[in-house]
């Protein structure tokens, strides 16, 4: 009787584990929420594209603030790869477009796109870009929360059509997103 109360101990501890794990994952009512982010943009081997992009939660979704420089007069891909790994030259470790829908790629107008789908950033003719828009898929909490995963600058426009990525060229800047004060 012991043997089976020991068992039965040991199952409802692995079970309230497992509920308060996925609460903490799904729901983390306990902890605060995540209200800033930032990614600071470093070029990739070759490349002199650098910069900051911050996330703020707001009511209509995130406000994405992009700051950079180095970068060659025109358009730009801008995009949020699914993993935070810019360890190798190219920033290929950084995976494909952040995707957790299973979506189209398109531009950020679009209905149907990849949650990562920014669009293009457009340098001057000094290399600079800045952008600032509000994301309605880009969440900071929850699941499909975008904390941990990269930005990443590509060397060409985003054509916002071509499947899977917008035939947008290289990686030329990677950056990780992290939690911001």
Partial sequence: MKQLFNFLSVIVVIIGA???GS???WYSPFFPKV???????HPTQGNTASGVVVF?????????????????????????HEFGDCACPDANCAGSHF??????????DNQQRH????????????????????????????PLSVIGRTV?????????????????????GCGVIGIAK
Avoid: W
């Fill in 35 to 41: 209200m800033k982010a930032v990614a600071v943009v």
């Fill in 99 to 108: 995707n957790p829908k299973n979506k189209q790629h398109g531009g950020p």
């Fill in 23 to 25: 609460s903490y994952y």
């Fill in 115 to 142: 949650v990562g789908d920014m669009g293009n950033v457009h340098a001057d003719d000094q290399g600079n870009a800045q952008l600032e828009y509000v994301d309605p898929l880009i969440t900071l909490n929850g």
């Fill in 152 to 172: 990443i600058v590509h060397e060409k426009r985003d054509d916002l059509v071509s499947q899977p990525t917008g035939d947008a060229g290289a990686r030329i």
């Fill in 18 to 20: 497992l509920f308060l």
């Fill in 56 to 80: 703020e939660h707001g009511e209509n979704g995130v406000l994405v603030t992009a700051k950079l420089q180095g970068l060659t007069p025109g358009e730009h891909g801008f995009h949020i």
